[in-house]
């Protein structure tokens, strides 16, 4: 069984920073993209950054240039650096990867649980 779990999140006035986190854990064989995806009220899953297992990151265009996307590949983890945020930032981020399960080998994606990041005055 494999689990993401994530930590970090929480209320931050605008021009903030935060810091999320995620950790993979379980039967794990290999683990190829890793990411956060991000839900406001309103608004549908959007993919806010990913890493790949060639350190190739992509991001989403709203947050190009203020959020950093890390990974530790002996550890499983990956961090996600928010800075500069803004209301739109607000959303439930879920953190997320493409993992191969070590008995099976099959390969599926998992999900976090979520987390509250929240810009208000």
């Known amino acids: 069984q494999v689990q993401l779990v994530e930590s970090g999140g929480g209320l931050v006035q605008p021009g903030g920073s935060l810091r999320l986190s995620c950790a993979a854990s379980?039967?794990?064989?290999?683990?190829?993209?890793m990411g956060w995806y991000r839900q406001g009220p309103e608004n549908q899953r959007e993919l806010v950054a990913e890493v790949t297992s060639l350190n190739y990151k992509g991001y989403a265009d709203s947050v190009k240039g203020r959020f950093t996307i890390s990974r530790d590949y002996t550890e499983n983890t990956i961090d996600l650096r928010m800075n500069s945020l803004v209301f739109e930032d607000t959303a439930v981020y879920y953190c997320?990867?493409?993992?191969?399960?070590?008995?099976?080998?099959?390969?599926?994606?998992?999900w976090g649980q979520g987390t509250q990041v929240t810009v208000s005055s």
């Open positions: 379980g039967s794990i064989r290999n683990i190829y993209t």
């Open positions: 997320y990867g493409r993992i191969q399960e070590r008995q099976s080998g099959s390969i599926a994606d998992y």
